[in-house]
């Protein structure tokens, strides 16, 4: 990325954060298949939990309507909302790190949340889910949102 010398390290710094957050939004507009979510899973447990986090099976589903996504340890399968698609990248990483974290460790005591913060991004990424329920809350205004 070309950046103007004249550019502080601040407005540097502010400026790389918004142009990878428009990649990461352009690349999220193309939806995963079930295979390319499974070698994202791998990818991702290789990078964040040394390979120990091994799902047998990784995909959307649509009758999840309350959670982000769910896994089975025993069954080793992981299955991620459908709401998902179209999310940032990063945030669909947080939610398949979280899911495979639990491959490792059952439930949401300590180790589990002091295993998922090897991936950098969880707490941006749990705002930005946070900010996604918030608003689905929003009473319908007519001629919001571009309407």
Known sequence: MLIPARMSEAEE?????????KLAAQESKRVLGDAELTERAERLSAQYFGGRAR????????????????CTPAEGSIRLSHRLQGMPEYVVDYVLCHELAHLLVPGHGPDFWRLLESYPRTERARGYLE?????DRLPHV??????
């Open 13 to 21: 710094q502010r400026w790389v954060t918004v142009m990878l957050d």
């Open 131 to 135: 900010g996604v329920v918030a608003a």
């Open 142 to 147: 007519p001629g919001a949102r571009g309407e």
């Open 55 to 70: 799902p047998a099976s990784v995909r959307w589903v649509t009758n999840q309507n309350t959670r982000w996504g769910s």
